[in-house]
């Protein structure tokens, strides 16, 4: 059980959108495609979904050949899609004939996920009277209702309020849980961070950095050091060979090029008698790896792109 | 290249848009105007005849007594006073009768000075016989009245002049007969005015009707692609079926509702004849010239489609199914190149141009009654104006069955050959963002694939 995404490209004349592209997830969870605006996440999740032809390479489900036409995959577009004149229950019923389902399945079914996500009094409404989230919660029940192994979610909690983005959580979490093939894009690294097992981050459409992201964390090390005293400190991380990152009434933050140089200052502030509140010493969030890793990038390719 | 799922996407937009408000009012609007116009061609003759007669032997009151006197001059001396007193009695009114010897110019100074007073006058001339009917200055008798009076006198002095020449009753009505006249090219079907009329109308309604429909439901099909792409609804249909499934889907849809319209037209037609027949008997009972009309117009209309043979009939109905998926092709190519609504018109300007285009060669030798022979041959077999041609073409037999075929096998080509190009393409430029897509990309990418 796995799905493999092998050297896939995609060229449009002499642009290259997407430079071969591989990764594989071979137990189900959660796979995020990562990248700036523009990387080619939506480029490969359409050669992934068949929607676009590829150059090169292939994607294989369960060792064959990929066809969402035949297999049970769900998609959530980054760019939400849906008949504005037409009601809510005969969009769905469509969608779901579409994917092959059988007349009671999509009752059943289209009943769960209204009642799931809240939607229940919507059914007979045009897509146009509701509102943007509610408009989503829709597209995410049309990318559910065929129950599908594989689940492509484009930003699936982009425009959701804290409400409604939990429920959208709590729905991706069961979907694990019934160890469903996830791949999803997103820009909130929290949300990645909660979810994911492994990433590729794309830029200028090329994978910049790939693999488990626990792992990838590790690498790096715990290079992040905050602290918080009742003192000036700034001297004595000076004298550790320190300089701030950044200064908050909260705390500063330093980046140590080994743990060290950490112990050092803490030793240095407990002997000078300095009251301290906080000292944390952690890996590299997601995010910094992944602004650290589009500007070495840019930096190797000789752009000067803002992130 | 996998079609599965066109069902479903037919049948969606099928439903939909055959509830939209669109269509419907569109319908309503297409059976009243064609059943109005059927009706209305039935009773036209019937109208103008009715209003011109001159034949109609009972005169009829509406209203006050139309006249106060009325001076019978017979100059040939056939008729007698007896002869006119029943017919008038009904305007309660008694002839002032003058025979052989009557002074008609004295009569008509007469009449001159008078009011509600009328003149009709019989005489004889080298070829046969006068009646004139001679009114007052002053307008107080209508000319429909004086029209009346002079047909009542034409007919009675008709039957007196027949019974003096020794006819009987029966002799009299076999003369009294309608004799219709026809002539045509030797071999060829006979022709008159209302055959003309049948032949040079029925083509060009047909080709009206059919460029509407092919090409408004064609701009339908483009519309549809168009607002899927840009709504973004496309995405969530190819995870599930093939660009081209959604291409057929929806072309066959559309399609249908057209080809649904189109039926709607001709059954509007032939119930507004229908209904007008009836009419015109009750309107024009009593007239024969108006009768007469009618019923030859009736008769061409009946010869015209008792013509048809099955394969005529079959043939027109796969003209326009493949006529308009030729234009829908293109249409749904048009409406995949696009990534906004507002550049659909313009995308869709120079389709519109080759629709008029096509459509004017095929309407104009139909207007000209087909004495355009290059014209006509050339709107048979391009593919821009075979769809709008060759039904005319075959309903008017201008054109004889192994004709025909061979400009559907033409049309027919052209069709798989647009189908071919669509499928070349199509697939990748359904999703294609940013700057409207150039016949010169579109050739671009079907050469690159």
């Known amino acids: 059980m796995s799905l493999e995404v092998k050297e896939i490209s995609k060229q449009y004349g002499a642009f290259t959108a997407l430079h071969p592209l591989s990764f594989k997830l071979s137990e189900p969870g959660v796979y995020a495609l990562l990248g700036t605006n523009g990387a080619g996440k939506t480029t490969a999740i359409r050669i992934i979904l068949g929607m676009l032809s590829r150059n090169s390479g292939e994607v294989l489900w369960h060792g064959k050949a990929l066809s969402p036409v035949t297999e049970k995959v769900g998609y959530l577009a980054e760019e939400r899609g849906l008949y504005p004149k037409y009601k809510i229950n005969e969009q769905l019923r469509y969608f779901a004939k579409l994917r092959g389902m059988q007349k009671d399945e999509i009752e059943k079914s289209m009943k769960y996920w209204f009642n799931r996500l809240e939607l229940r009094g919507y059914e007979d409404k045009r897509a146009e009277q509701l509102s943007k989230g509610n408009q989503q919660k829709v597209q995410m029940v049309a990318a559910l209702i065929s129950d599908p192994e594989l689940l492509i979610l484009d930003e699936p909690l982009s425009g959701l309020d804290p409400v409604n983005a939990d429920l959208f959580k709590s729905v991706i979490h069961e979907q694990i849980e019934k160890k469903k093939f996830i791949i999803m894009s997103c820009h909130q690294m929290p949300v990645i961070e909660e979810f994911c097992n492994d990433i590729t981050i794309l830029h200028h459409g090329s994978a910049v950095l790939q693999g488990n992201l626990n792992e990838i964390k590790k690498s790096y090390g715990r290079v992040n050091l905050s602290v918080k005293c009742d003192g000036d400190i700034l001297p004595l991380a000076a004298q550790c060979g320190l300089a701030p990152e950044e200064i908050t009434p909260d705390k500063l933050s330093f980046k ?52 | 290249m996998s079609t599965y799922g066109w069902k479903s996407i037919f049948g969606f937009t099928f439903v939909q848009t055959a509830k939209s408000k669109a269509f419907k009012i569109s319908s309503v609007i297409i059976i009243i105007l064609v059943f109005g116009m059927a009706l209305l061609a039935g009773l036209l003759p019937a109208i103008i005849g009715g209003n011109s007669s001159a034949g109609d032997s009972d005169i009829v009151i509406d209203g006050e007594k139309p006249l106060d006197r009325i001076y019978i001059a017979d100059t040939t001396g056939i008729t007698t006073a007896a002869d006119y007193e029943k017919v008038f009695a009904t305007l309660g009114l008694t002839p002032v009768f003058s025979g052989e010897q009557s002074d008609c110019a004295a009569l008509i100074e007469q009449i001159k000075g008078e009011t509600r007073s009328l003149l009709v006058t019989i005489s004889e001339t080298e070829d046969g016989y006068n009646i004139y009917a001679a009114r007052p200055a002053d307008s107080s008798v209508s000319s429909d009245t004086a029209n009346s009076c002079g047909s009542a006198v034409q007919q009675v002095f008709n039957l007196t002049r027949l019974t003096k020449e020794g006819l009987n009753g029966e002799q009299i009505t076999a003369v009294g007969k309608t004799i219709s006249f026809s002539q045509s090219i030797a071999g060829e079907p006979t022709e008159n005015d209302f055959a003309f009329f049948v032949k040079m109308i029925v083509p060009m309604l047909s080709s009206v009707a059919l460029f509407i429909l092919i090409f408004s439901y064609g701009q339908l099909v483009a519309q549809s692609i168009a607002q899927e792409k840009t709504s973004k609804v496309m995405e969530l249909l190819l995870t599930s079926v093939r660009p081209l499934a959604v291409v057929i889907g929806k072309i066959l849809a559309m399609g249908s509702l057209a080809l649904l319209q189109f039926i709607m037209i001709i059954l509007s037609g032939v119930l507004g004849m229908c209904v007008s027949m009836p009419l015109t008997g009750m309107m024009v009972a009593n007239s024969q010239d108006a009768s007469a009309m009618t019923q030859q117009l009736t008769a061409e209309i009946g010869k015209a489609f008792a013509d048809f043979s099955p394969i005529s009939i079959i043939m027109i109905f796969v003209i326009f199914i493949i006529g308009f998926i030729f234009f829908a092709l293109i249409a749904g190519l048009i409406g995949a190149s696009v990534s906004r609504m507002e550049d659909l018109n313009a995308a869709m300007q120079p389709l519109a141009i080759i629709g008029v285009l096509g459509f004017y060669l095929a309407y104009f030798p139909s207007a000209m009654g087909g004495e355009a022979g290059i014209m006509s041959t050339i709107s048979y077999y391009l593919p821009i104006s075979s769809p709008f041609a060759l039904p005319s073409a075959l309903l008017t037999g201008a054109m004889d069955i192994p004709q025909a075929l061979l400009a559907v096998a033409v049309l027919c080509a052209f069709t798989v050959l647009m189908a071919l190009l669509v499928a070349r393409v199509y697939e990748q430029i359904i999703l294609h963002n940013g700057n409207r897509l150039k016949l010169g990309d579109i050739i671009g990418i079907a050469k690159n694939k």
Do not use: C, M
């Not at chain 1, 000078?272 to 952690?282: A, G, M, N, Q």
């Not at chain 1, 995010?287 to 589009?294: A, K, T």
């Open chain 1, 256 to 307: 140590i090029s080994n743990e060290a140089q950490a112990h050092q200052l803490l030793k240095k502030i407990v002997e000078s008698d300095i009251p301290l509140i906080h000292y944390e010493l952690r890996e590299p969030t997601l995010h910094e790896i992944f602004v650290e890793n589009i500007e070495r990038a840019d930096k190797e390719a000789g752009r000067s792109d803002e992130i």
